[in-house]
T-cell receptor, first 113, second 110 residues
Framework: DAGITQSPRYKITETGRQVTLMCHQT?????MFWYRQDLGHGLRLIYY???????DKGEVPDGYVVSRSKTENFPLTLESATRSQTSVYFC????????????FGDGTRLSIL | GNSVTQMEGPVTLSEEAFLTINCTYT??????LFWYVQYPGEGLQLLLK?????DKGSNKGFEATYRKETTSFHLEKGSVQVSDSAVYFC?????????FGAGTTVTVRA
């Protein structure tokens, strides 16, 4: 039962660099989500995807890009990292949207210097 | 859209104390309700859920009852342990997504 895995667990990079966070799930869940978690802001949805090749913006999408060419993978790319994107990023998946619970990965702690 | 309001923390308790974390919701219809727990350095884990009014979700000694009359889903545990120290989130569906409460940090002292 591999579940949902995120990589890397920790990343340090510099402003202006591109960085990609990976997310892989083994359940064949239709929906996948990216959140960021910051003190004082709780969990904020960045992007989500209802199926392969279908993605949509969440609350805070600016500065991020996603793709979903395969059901099991949902990478998140920061095209030109800024210090304000220093955060802990969580990927989640659910069998369907709506009333189904989401299952979370262990997160990527990203620091941008 | 649907939303939850969760009791803010932090909450500090002694072992074997009773824990209550309040959560109220605003929703169209009768969506499922969830409690998640986040231990230090980890992602959120589903703690319990309830799918309809008067349902009681339970897990690891925690309980929450889906109260339609008071639009509440309070989390309770009768005797907490140090290992229950974590952040707790109330959540409910909002379109295809989940709306989360702000989270309540619980610290249990030995």
């Amino acid at each position: 039962d591999a579940g949902i895995t995120q990589s890397p667990r920790y990343k340090i990079t510099e402003t202006g660099r591109q960085v990609t966070l990976m997310c892989h799930q083994t359940w064949s869940h239709s929906y996948m989500f990216w959140y960021r978690q910051d003190l004082g802001h709780g969990l904020r949805l960045i992007y989500y995807s209802a199926a392969a090749d279908i993605t949509d913006k969440g609350e805070v999408p600016d500065g991020y890009v996603v793709s979903r060419s395969k059901t099991e993978n949902f990478p998140l790319t920061l095209e030109s990292a800024t210090r304000s994107q220093t955060s802990v990023y969580f990927c989640a998946s659910s069998r369907t949207g709506g009333n189904q619970p989401q299952h979370f990965g262990d997160g990527t702690r990203l620091s941008i210097l | 859209g649907n939303s939850v309001t969760q009791m803010e923390g932090p909450v500090t308790l002694s072992e074997e104390a009773f824990l209550t974390i309040n959560c109220t919701y605003t929703a169209t219809g009768y969506p499922s309700l969830f409690w998640y727990v986040q231990y230090p350095g980890e992602g959120l884990q589903l703690l319990l859920k309830a799918t309809k009014a008067d349902d009681k979700g339970s897990n690891k000694g925690f309980e929450a009852t889906y109260r339609k009359e008071t639009t509440s889903f309070h989390l309770e545990k009768g005797s907490v342990q140090v290992s229950d120290s974590a952040v707790y989130f109330c959540a409910l569906p909002n379109d295809y997504k989940l709306s989360f409460g702000a989270g309540t940090t619980v610290t249990v002292r030995a």
